[in-house]
């Protein structure tokens, strides 16, 4: 077994992406052709773009170079989609539309497999490419996230000790019966941790996952929250510097009409901007809860089965919800595998 | 055996609308005192175990929806008469006024939920079909899927989230739910 240390640096964080971003790329049927008269070229690719144009797919660079060096015919171009000749003509003259396209300089037409929609990540760019070339704008940073590259030593040593919060009070937990699962929240411009809990769902209230506490442990740093965890000295929080005394822009109560929800400010969003660490990826009721307290960016240690951001539904990425944010996966990712693994053990013994 | 109770778990046309309409009353009383008109029962035995409403503000807590607040009734509920809470939740039902957001929905199926009852669909974070159909997920270890009757009076639900947020922000109506 792994120990602890004071700079482990065997672990990595990996972006949890959304499916349009780390799914391998659609692909659609095309007619391509040899161009067999180099001097057809322009007039061929105006031709096809009013003839066949490529809805929709302007990602698709028409034209392609053989890879092979010597070729007789050095450039390859897309006629049309294979669903723009219903009679899936291979004979180059049932692609002229009719006499519109003519075909003079084009080759025997032959099936190829082109993206259907334009690569989001290197990964996919490099994987559409392998059928057809195509451009790509790219989020450099997505690129330098997806090489587990973009936090620095100073970063990763800071989320490191956070992690390592997080997984003490999991074994806090655990000594009393719960799940070995604990979370942090951090306020990541003053490098202070708001809140530490762990799962309470044992004896005491089978919601109490660890990341539900630490969001109320966060709203009794502000002078709220709907618990009490006095029986747990692990679960804690701290006052945000930021906020001294209570916070005046959140109404106390909510009788009054006009105080009560004055737009978004007055609502209590009260993880807007803070990070939180958690051992095992949250459940649905805890993921849609971050989305709730509009979390800044999420780091779980090791993925669970209905976790519902790597391993199902993308919920920080989900279009239809009106809070998206970052969620990485992997911060001190063997101590959290250990920690699940020994919960695991337990449960099927039980 | 639990999950024959679970399935053949249904209560008769007229006790859903009866409890349709206290869940309603309550939504009424909510917004008449500007709060977020949402109504929320738990009814276990043709008792009410648990009401509750959105306590998001007072507790700075953006979980406190109507229904966790209700759940926790039940549970208090449960614990003074030292009754599992699991047995219990198995045959309550869940009536309220708007579909449950996913948070919920996911929460109800952690507590085993057989039935939620309820009048107009979430468009912005329903749990139950509108966003995410959570009862109906593949999710071993979450609990148990819950069936929904839903649609019952949702005009009338819907009219009193536009009150509301109209009320709440004149210059931005937002007619759609939010809880
Ligand atoms: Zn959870
Ligand atoms: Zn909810």
């Not at chain 1, 672990?11 to 052709?33: H, K």
């Not at chain 1, 001097?39 to 170079?65: C, D, F, M, N, W």
């Not at chain 1, 202070?192 to 309470?200: E, F, N, T, Y």
């Not at chain 2, 008469?81 to 929905?105: F, G, H, Q, S, W």
């Amino acid at each position: 077994r792994r120990k602890e240390t004071e700079c482990d640096d065997s672990w990595v964080a990996y972006p949890v992406l959304s499916n349009e971003q780390s799914l391998d790329p659609e692909l659609i049927d095309a007619f391509a052709a040899p161009i067999t008269d180099k001097k057809e070229t322009s007039r061929l690719i105006k031709e096809l773009a009013t003839v066949y144009p490529l809805r929709g797919l302007q990602h698709i660079k028409r034209v392609r170079a053989r890879k092979e060096k010597g070729s007789t015919h050095p450039l390859e171009v897309i006629v049309c989609l294979a669903s723009d000749a219903p009679d899936r003509g291979m004979d180059i003259f049932d692609l002229s539309s009719a006499g519109r396209l003519n075909c003079s300089g084009l080759g025997v037409p032959f099936l190829v497999k082109i993206p259907a929609c334009p690569p989001l990540t290197r990964p996919q760019f490099e994987q559409a490419s392998k059928h057809w070339p195509t451009s790509f704008h790219e989020d450099k940073q997505v690129t330098v996230a997806l090489k587990g590259q973009l936090f620095s030593p100073h970063q990763k040593s800071k989320m490191q000790e956070y992690m390592m919060a997080a997984v003490a009070a999991a074994k806090q937990g655990w000594e009393r019966g719960m799940e070995g699962v604990g979370a942090v929240v951090v306020d990541p411009e003053s490098e202070k941790i708001l809140a530490i809990g762990h799962d309470c769902r044992t004896g005491s209230h089978p919601l109490h996952h660890a990341v539900m506490v630490c969001i109320d442990l966060v709203a009794c740093g502000q002078g709220g929250g709907a618990y009490t965890y006095d029986k747990y000295p692990a679960c804690q929080f701290v006052l945000p510097d930021s906020s001294p005394s209570p916070r005046k822009d959140i109404p106390v109560c909510g009788n009054q009409p006009d105080q009560a929800s004055t737009g978004e400010s007055g609502h209590p969003y009260i993880c807007t901007g803070y990070d939180l660490y958690v051992t095992r990826e949250p459940c649905v009721m805890c993921a849609m809860a971050l989305v709730h307290s509009r979390i800044g960016r999420v780091f779980y240690g090791t993925a669970s089965i209905d976790g519902a951001f790597g391993s199902k539904f993308k919920i920080h990425a989900k279009k239809d919800l009106n809070h998206r944010f970052e969620v990485f996966q992997g911060v001190l990712g063997q101590q959290c595998e250990d920690l699940n693994r020994q919960v695991n053990l337990v449960k099927m013994n039980s | 055996d639990a999950v024959v109770v679970r399935e053949n778990f249904q209560p008769c046309a007229e006790d859903i609308e009866m409890w349709m309409a206290s869940a309603f009353d309550m939504a009424k009383e909510a917004l008449e005192n500007g709060e977020v008109p949402v109504g929320c029962l738990m009814v276990y035995n043709n008792e009410i175990l648990g009401k509750g409403r959105n306590e998001v503000n007072e507790t700075k807590n953006a979980t406190r929806h109507a229904e966790m607040v209700a759940l926790d009734q039940v549970l208090e509920w449960c614990r003074q008469r030292d009754l599992k809470p699991r047995t219990v939740c198995e045959r309550t039902v869940l009536y309220v006024t708007v579909e449950p957001c996913i948070m919920c929905a996911a929460a109800l199926r952690l507590i085993n939920i057989p039935l939620v009852v309820y009048g107009c669909n979430n468009d912005r974070f329903g749990g139950c079909g509108s966003v995410l159909d959570i009862p109906a997920a593949d999710l071993p270890l979450t609990g148990s899927s819950f069936k929904c009757i839903s649609g019952i009076r949702a005009e009338e639900a819907v009219e009193m989230l536009k009150t509301f947020y109209k009320q709440e922000n004149p210059n931005a109506p937002k007619p759609k739910a939010r809880k």
